[in-house]
Structure formats: C-alpha cells, structure tokens
C-alpha cells in the first residue's frame, strides 16, 4: 500500500504509523479508537508503531463511544446550493441514525488524502463522496485500499465496487431536450458543465444523441464549455448570445449556469423566454429564487443526502457485524419542472417522470 508521508508541520500522520505496523490506516484508526475487533498481536504492533514514531493521537477519537456511528463527508463541490441542499438531506438521516457528521474539504489529489487522513484521525467509519470527488479514481481507489466504507453521490457512472446513490442523467437530459424541442426550439445551444464529472459528460451526450434523432444540427458554435459555476456560465452565456444569430434556447448543465445565461439575456435586454429560453439541471434553490424562475430537471439532492447516509450506516453496521460489504446503486426519480423561463404568461404546471427508486 502506498503512503503519503507528507506532512503539514514535520509530525508523524496515521499514514506513517500504517506504513510502520505493516497494517492498513484504517486498522490504525480502529486501534486508537479502542475497537474489539483488532487481535492483541496487531495491537501491539501498531501501539509501538505509535511510541515510536511519537504520533499524537486525535483526542476526540480516543473518547468515542463504543458504538457511535461516524460518518465522514469529503468534498470539494463549486455549487454551493448544490452542498447545501445535499447537506441539509445528510444531516437529518444522521439525525435519524443516531449518527455524528465530520466534513473535510479538498482540492487536488495531494488534498484529497490528507483530507481522508484527517476523517480518520477522528474515528469516522465510512465516508460520503458527492461530486465531483465522486468520480476520482484515486480518492475511491485510496478508500479501497484503506478498507473505509464508502458511498458515491451523483456520479452518473459507478463503479461496481463501491455503492452509490444516483438520477440517471442521461435520461434527464434527453428529457429537457424533448421539451424544449416539443415548444418549438430548433435551435438550442448548450452550456457543458465540468468535462472531469460523469453527469456533466451524459447529460451533453444526451443532448447531442436527442437533438440529432430529432433531425437536428448543432453547429460547434452552439455549444459553449462551463464549469457548473456561475463565473463560468456568464462566460459561455455571453459566448452563446453574442453571435450574430442567436439560439433561440439555452439548455444549461446545471442551475447556476443557467442562473448566469438569465442574468446575460438581461444585460442584453432580452426578454426570457420570449427572445430565448434558458432551461437548467438539478433544481438548487437558485432555479426558484432567479427572475423568471426557472425551467429544469428536479435531482432531489436532498433525499439523494439522506439516501447515501442510510445506505452507509447499513455498510458500517454490516462491517461491524463481520458481513462482507453489500454494493447497491439507488437509483433516484427525477422531475421535469417547467417554469417561467421557458413558458410566457404564468407558472407552467410540473410533470414528473419516474425512473427509480430502484437498487441494483
């Protein structure tokens, strides 16, 4: 097992005791929190691995109950209403479990492993994973490595060794654009989110797949790269608009960047929806707080939050039990909510299409 032996101020981590014990960090973890399910021998190793190294043990962990449920958020998400919606989910299921909810934040792969140590020096039992870490290969192949439980959230690709909680993007792309065709756009463009995160991917596969069954041509002019945030929507949306013919409807990755093609259309006194349409994804608080509210597919980030929480205390409990782990993929219903900025003249009525909950 690789080791980061990097370290902040010169101290041992978790990972230097590991790697001097011959033993996982997550065996590290489950001896200084006082686990039963440890042998003496091993114990003992990572005890004196302890003594030698000087490692300073977190105290918080060394106090756990015997019992407590610790779940661990590891994030790194630039939609803050997209967190703040899963947030709210996670935290009532915690409630529910009787659990305690640890969050690290982290930006690169250097990040991503300290923030793992971190969640591990405070006795957490598995980790929640939402986008876009949720597609890392190394963070999901760390956790692995390390034995930590673990729970992907949104990636519209997972992978069949770690369970996950998931909308099928795809169809809810494909879904929006039969919409906005069906209201007479022929000429959409588009505002791709994040090229690193798996839904980003599908749901502009979607597009494209809909638009040419549809006998549709997209020019590569109509199609502007985005980041999922609201900076990065402005940038495209001003790239879409500024052409000398425009679309006549922008469907957007997510929420924020759609907020940000509205806020365009208004700096170039254009009127939404009558001059163009903007439609979004993922249904954040901004999607109903925008003047006009805007048309996009409900994700419901909130159940999905407490879904993943529920499916991670099962894993935890299984482990604790001596079970060997349960995969499951939930898959989520979506809603299409067709508001104002897609239909003139009032709130248009939503319509759901379900496609879950399932597991597989």
């Known amino acids: ?189 588009f505002i791709k989110g994040d090229p690193e995160h798996t839904p980003a991917q599908l749901r502009y596969q979607a597009f494209m797949d809909t638009m040419h069954e549809a006998g549709l041509n997209v020019p590569a002019e109509r199609i502007s790269q985005g980041l999922f945030t609201y900076r990065s929507g402005l940038l495209a949306a001003r790239e879409l608009l500024s052409q000398a013919t425009r679309p006549t409807a922008i469907f957007a990755s997510n929420d924020d960047m759609a907020a940000a093609a509205i806020s365009v259309a208004h700096g170039l006194h254009l009127h939404v929806p009558d001059d163009i349409a903007i439609a979004g994804f993922d249904d954040t608080p901004v999607a109903s707080t925008v003047w006009p509210e805007l048309t996009t597919i409900h994700q419901p980030i909130g159940d999905m939050g407490s879904a993943s929480v529920e499916l991670l205390v099962e894993l935890i409990k299984g482990r604790r039990s001596g079970e060997a782990p349960a995969i499951q993929h939930r898959l989520m219903p979506y809603t299409l909510e067709v508001r104002e900025s897609t239909v003139g003249g009032g709130l248009a009525p939503a319509f759901t299409v379900q496609v879950g909950p399932q597991v597989s």
Do not use: W
Request: charged share 20%.
């Open 1 to 189: 097992m690789a080791i980061d032996k990097t370290r902040s101020n010169g101290t041992a981590t978790l990972y230097d005791v590991a790697e001097r014990a011959n033993v996982s960090g997550m065996t590290v973890s489950r001896v200084i929190n006082g686990s039963a399910h440890v042998s003496e021998k091993t114990r003992e190793k990572v005890m004196q691995a302890v003594e030698e190294l000087g490692y300073q043990v977190n105290v918080a962990a060394r106090v756990a109950r015997v019992g407590t449920l610790r779940v661990g958020l590891l994030y790194s998400n630039p939609s803050a209403a997209f967190l703040s919606a899963f947030l709210v989910g996670a935290m009532g299921q915690c409630n529910r479990s009787g659990a305690q909810l640890f969050l690290e934040h982290c930006d690169d792969m250097k990040s991503q492993r300290k923030a793992i140590e971190r969640l591990i020096s405070q006795g957490v039992d598995g980790m929640l994973v939402p986008p876009p870490l949720c597609d890392s290969r190394s963070a999901l192949k760390h956790l692995k490595e390390i034995g930590m439980p673990a729970v992907a959230v949104a990636t519209a690709k997972p992978s069949p060794q770690v369970s996950a909680v998931r909308i099928d993007d795809y169809d809810g792309a494909r879904t929006m654009t039969r919409y906005l065709i069906e209201q007479g756009h022929s000429d959409i463009g």
